[in-house]
């Protein structure tokens, strides 16, 4: 996996959100396919006013603890409001200015591909010198010609 280190200004990403952790995730009773339906569902993608409308985030935020403890995923897009959408299942996160290490995934199916990088970034910061901020993390998609059976996306992870 590619990776490289980039500073970014904050974000605000307006989306949906679930709250869960990485053993919950492991298991027949993960609440992110879920997330993943009621974000499209939603036509958040139509109705993104961001300067970016083709990119959805699937940002990680809320931490816990670390790895282990549990965090809010928001699935959403860019937005220039930090103020609540008319939506009630819908929420607003700012992900925090930060340095971020930005690991590229292989291409291939959506569901194993970012898998299989996260397992990757957890073994990465077990060795690495570089320590997670858990600030905000975030999963970057680019929705025009998003092919979900052969996919490639950065990762972004917050470090010190």
Do not use: C
């Not at 549990?70 to 103020?83: H, L, M, Q, R």
């Not at 995934?105 to 690495?128: C, D, L, M, R």
Request: glycine share 6%; net charge negative; aromatic share 14%.
């Amino acid at each position: 996996m590619n990776t490289y280190t980039i500073h970014k200004q904050k974000l605000i990403i307006t989306g949906v959100a679930v709250r869960t952790t990485n053993a919950e995730e492991a298991g027949p009773e993960g609440r992110l396919p879920k997330l993943w339906e009621t974000y499209f569902q939603s036509n958040l993608l139509s109705a993104a006013g961001g300067e970016n409308p083709h990119f959805i985030y699937a940002v990680y935020t809320d931490y816990e603890s670390d790895a282990n403890g549990a965090y809010t995923v928001v699935i959403g897009n860019e937005s220039s409001n930090e103020s609540l959408p008319d939506e009630k299942n819908h929420v607003v996160v700012t992900i925090p200015e930060s340095k971020y290490m930005v690991f590229t995934t292989k291409k291939g199916p959506v569901y194993e591909v970012v898998a299989q990088a996260w397992h990757e970034i957890w073994a990465y910061f077990k060795e690495s010198p570089e320590k997670r901020a858990y600030t905000g993390d975030f999963e970057l998609y680019d929705a025009r010609n998003f092919d979900p059976a052969n996919t490639e996306l950065q990762i972004y992870i917050a470090v010190k």
